[in-house]
C-alpha cells in the first residue's frame, strides 16, 4: 500500500485500537475482504489482507 509516512504511523495507531480480529504478524485489527466463499452450506470462508502488512488471513463463520 503507497502512502505518505505520516498517513502509516496514524493507520499504525487506529490498528491497535479498533476492535475484532487481531494480525497475528503486526498487531492491526483492520483487514480488507478479498474473497467470500459461500459454496458450503451454513458455512462462509472470508480471505482477509491486513491492511497495515497484507498478511492473508482466512476466517470461517458458521450461520445460525
Not at 503486526?26 to 458455512?43: A, E, L, T
Not at 470462508?45 to 458458521?62: D, F, G, L, Y
Request: proline share 3%; with cysteine.
Amino acid at each position: 500500500m503507497n502512502m505518505p509516512e505520516g498517513s502509516k504511523r496514524d493507520l499504525d495507531t487506529a490498528c491497535k485500537t479498533a476492535g475484532g480480529i487481531e494480525c497475528r504478524s503486526c498487531g492491526c485489527r483492520h483487514f480488507w475482504v478479498i474473497y467470500v466463499d459461500k459454496s458450503k452450506p451454513n458455512v462462509i470462508v472470508r480471505r482477509r489482507e491486513c491492511r497495515n502488512c497484507s498478511r492473508r488471513v482466512t476466517t470461517r463463520e458458521i450461520a445460525i
